[in-house]
């Protein structure tokens, strides 16, 4: 599931790149994708980091490249990184002997995907009101308690967990 979630973020990337050096970028999140297979099964925690920082540091490079208007699937990147993080730090934890209360499985599954939706939601909702042509102190305000309001729930999601 991490490594899904990263390749579809590698493969939103590929179709942002642009310019000269779309190729590296490409290669970059590919290579992303790849490492966080390869870690989560050599069970290394810091690889997982690493790797899913790869993979957003090559779609920041993309967007950056590409010059064009503000990509409205970010938020759902985001959501995507979220996944492949959290799925595959949680991949390696299981590989390692413990009790596990059999519970926990479809909680934490949930916990996982509330936060991406979360994030998305948000995420979206800030574009929104990024986007809107009469802008003005209400929808600056609307935009400043989305905000508050996503660090208070990933806050609490956190606390949870």
């Known amino acids: 599931m991490a ?11 590929a179709t942002v790149a642009a310019g ?21 099964l050599a069970r290394w925690e810091a690889g997982v980091v690493w790797s899913v920082a790869l993979a957003a540091a090559a779609y920041a490079t993309a967007l950056a490249l590409a010059g064009g208007p503000t990509d409205q699937a970010a938020p759902f990147v ?5 996944i492949a993080a959290e799925v595959g730090q949680w991949a390696v934890e299981l590989a390692r002997p413990a009790a596990v209360d059999r519970g926990i499985v479809p909680r934490r599954a949930a916990s996982i995907l ?7 939601v948000v995420g979206s909702a800030l574009l929104l009101v990024s986007h809107a042509a009469a ?4 929808l600056t305000g609307a935009g400043l308690v989305a905000a508050g309001a996503a660090m208070v ?9």
């Open 153 to 161: 729930l990933v806050t609490r999601l956190a606390r949870g967990t």
């Open 114 to 120: 509330l936060l991406a939706a979360a994030g998305a």
């Open 135 to 138: 802008g003005g102190i209400v």
């Open 78 to 82: 985001a959501a995507g990184l979220v």
């Open 20 to 40: 000269n050096a779309r190729t590296g970028v490409i290669v970059a999140a590919a290579a992303a994708s790849v490492a966080l297979a390869g870690v989560v």
């Open 3 to 13: 490594w899904l979630a990263s390749a579809a973020v590698a493969g939103h990337t």
